[in-house]
Nanobody, 125 residues
């Protein structure tokens, strides 16, 4: 089982990036998934989550209206479209999967069972 996040990089404030999280070794279509981020010296922070069928999403207050999370079941891939980026969005971004089969995607770190390695997003002012 592997989650591979990629798509990070350096972008100017106001710009956009799309992160991807590719799952391999197991199909993740049945599971809720989430994106979190962690800035230097800070705790891991909830960014967004999506239900197993893509029908429900939730966003952290700091990214609402700017970020969009979606998934492609056929490709076993998760996405995070980030627009209007701000310097405070600078962090390592992680994707994660919740194996509980809950109908409601969770928003806390502890409720996720498996994490991919992160991808660094740096937003310059």
């Amino acid at each position: 089982v592997q989650l591979q996040a990629f798509g990070g990089g350096l972008v100017q404030a106001g710009g956009s990036l799309r992160l991807s999280c590719a799952a391999s070794g197991r199909t993740f279509r049945r599971y809720n998934m989430g994106w979190f981020r962690q800035a230097p010296g800070k705790e891991r922070e909830f960014v967004a989550c999506i239900s197993w069928n893509g029908g429900s999403t939730e966003y952290g207050d700091s990214v609402k209206g700017r970020f969009t999370m979606f998934r492609d079941g056929a490709r076993n891939t998760l996405y995070l479209q980030m627009n209007s980026l701000k310097p405070e969005d600078t962090a390592v971004y992680y994707c994660a999967v919740d194996f509980s089969l809950s109908g409601v995607p969770p928003i806390t770190v502890d409720e996720y069972d498996y994490w991919g390695q992160g991808t660094l997003v740096t937003v310059s002012s």
